[in-house]
C-alpha cells in the first residue's frame, strides 16, 4: 500500500505561485504514473496534470496549460506542481494519485493510491 501525503497548498494573491508536493512512502513510486487532480464542492475531481514514470509523456487539462508544471524526482519518491500566475478559479482542494499501471491516464479511475490532500485558495 503506497502512502501519498500532499504539502504546500495554502492561500495566495491573484498572480502568485504556490508549489506543491507529493511524497510517496514506497521506492516502487519510481514506476508509477503520478498525477494531480483538484476538486471543489460540489464538484467531480478533475484531472490538472499526469506523468508518466519515465517523466517522457505529461499532459495538462487546458486551463493549466501555460501556467502549471508537473515534475518528479524518482531519487525522492516525490511529484511536485509548480502553479504560476494563478487565479481565484484555481481555488480547489489538490490531490495526487498513482498509478502503479503506469497507463498515464487521465481518469481518476485508473488511480489507486491517492493522498488526503492538500487546500489551494487564490484570493482576487
Known amino acids: 500500500q503506497v502512502q501519498l501525503v500532499e504539502s504546500g497548498g495554502g492561500l495566495v494573491q491573484t498572480g502568485g505561485s504556490l508549489r506543491l508536493s507529493c511524497a510517496a512512502s514506497?521506492?516502487?513510486?519510481?514506476?508509477?504514473?503520478m498525477g494531480w487532480f483538484r476538486r471543489t464542492p460540489g464538484k467531480e475531481r478533475d484531472i490538472v496534470a499526469v506523468?508518466?514514470?519515465?517523466?517522457?509523456?505529461?499532459y495538462y487539462a487546458d486551463s493549466v496549460k501555460g501556467r502549471f508544471t508537473i515534475s518528479r524526482d524518482n531519487a525522492k519518491n516525490t511529484v511536485y506542481l509548480q502553479m504560476n500566475n494563478l487565479k481565484p478559479e484555481d481555488t480547489a482542494a489538490y490531490y495526487c494519485?498513482?498509478?502503479?499501471?503506469?497507463?498515464?491516464?487521465?481518469?481518476?479511475?485508473?488511480?489507486?493510491?491517492w493522498g488526503q490532500g492538500t487546500q489551494v485558495t487564490v484570493s482576487s
Open positions: 514506497e521506492r516502487t513510486f519510481s514506476r508509477y504514473t
Open positions: 506523468i508518466t514514470s519515465s517523466g517522457s509523456t505529461i
Open positions: 494519485a498513482a498509478d502503479r499501471h503506469d497507463l498515464g491516464s487521465q481518469s481518476s479511475r485508473s488511480y489507486e493510491y
